[in-house]
């Protein structure tokens, strides 16, 4: 059974990195699924893409974003993480890991699992 489950901070200052991290299991993230990614869901608006890795470690990033995204992977736990720098109260959101075979969905549809979400909200 594949299962993916988000942790992260809970609340982030202004200006610092939030990082919050997918675990997954029943499932390789070097050999299953072509992306792993991070969707957002800001309070009273849609799903956000904001990322995604593949198999092999690459990666790619919502444009707007792509200057203060960053994805990495430890393959010896399983987990893939996402890094967000200075942030802003505008990146408080339901932070979620997805898998898939879809590039940049923003709709549930495009994705076969999801986490639950991990709330992260940007205050000082």
């Known amino acids: 059974q594949v299962q993916l489950q988000e942790s992260g901070p809970g609340l982030v200052k202004p200006s610092q990195t939030l990082s919050v991290t997918c675990t997954v299991s029943?499932?390789?993230?070097?050999?299953?699924?072509?992306?792993w990614s991070w969707i957002r869901q800001p309070p009273g608006k849609e799903l956000e893409w904001l990322g995604a890795?593949?198999?092999?470690?690459?990666?790619w990033y919502k444009p707007s974003l792509k200057g203060r995204t960053s994805i990495s992977r430890d393959t010896s736990k399983n987990q893939f993480t996402l890094q967000l720098s200075s942030v802003t109260a505008e990146d408080t959101a339901v932070y979620y890991c997805?898998?898939?075979?879809?590039?940049?969905?923003?709709?549930?549809?495009?994705?076969?699992?999801w986490g639950q979400g991990t709330q992260v909200t940007v205050s000082s």
């Open positions: 997805a898998s898939g075979t879809v590039l940049g969905g923003s709709t549930r549809s495009s994705y076969d699992y």
């Open positions: 029943g499932v390789s993230i070097t050999s299953d699924y072509p992306y």
């Open positions: 890795m593949n198999s092999g470690g690459s990666t």
